[in-house]
């Protein structure tokens, strides 16, 4: 499974983004997909993940609220809808997605397989 993440972008307080991550190889319904983020100088940090087979979508508190993750299994891609951002949104976006990760491992980046290769949101205050 290869996915590739799109969508990052320079944005002013207040304002939104829409990151996309396709996902290609195999059908993606799957998959639990998330969102991750890692800032300068920080660990990497779980944003949002949207379960497989219609399993559910959970959030961190820091952008429950304010992001929305989505998918369209029949185009084997996950959206990551942010508004309201904040400069402190400000990181590199990941992408990954694994297929037998059990609920009580969706936050931990090191239980994803398959990665992508991250997109740049800057938030500007």
């Known amino acids: 499974v290869q996915l590739q993440a799109s969508g990052g972008g320079e944005v002013q307080a207040g304002g939104s983004l829409r990151l996309t991550c396709e996902l290609s190889?195999?059908?993606?319904?799957?998959?639990?997909v998330a969102w991750f983020r890692q800032a300068p100088g920080k660990e990497r940090e779980f944003a949002a993940v949207t379960r497989g087979n219609g399993g559910g979508s959970y959030y961190s508190d820091s952008v429950k609220g304010r992001f929305t993750i989505s998918r369209d299994n029949a185009k084997n891609t996950v959206f990551l809808d942010m508004k309201n951002l904040k400069p402190e949104d400000t990181a590199v976006y990941y992408c990954?997605?694994?297929?037998?990760?059990?609920?009580?491992?969706?936050?931990?980046?090191?239980?994803?397989?398959?990665w992508g290769q991250g997109t740049q949101v800057t938030v500007s205050s």
């Open positions: 990954a997605a694994d297929e037998r990760i059990i609920l009580s491992s969706l936050w931990q980046a090191a239980n994803y397989d398959y």
């Open positions: 190889g195999r059908a993606s319904r799957r998959f639990a």
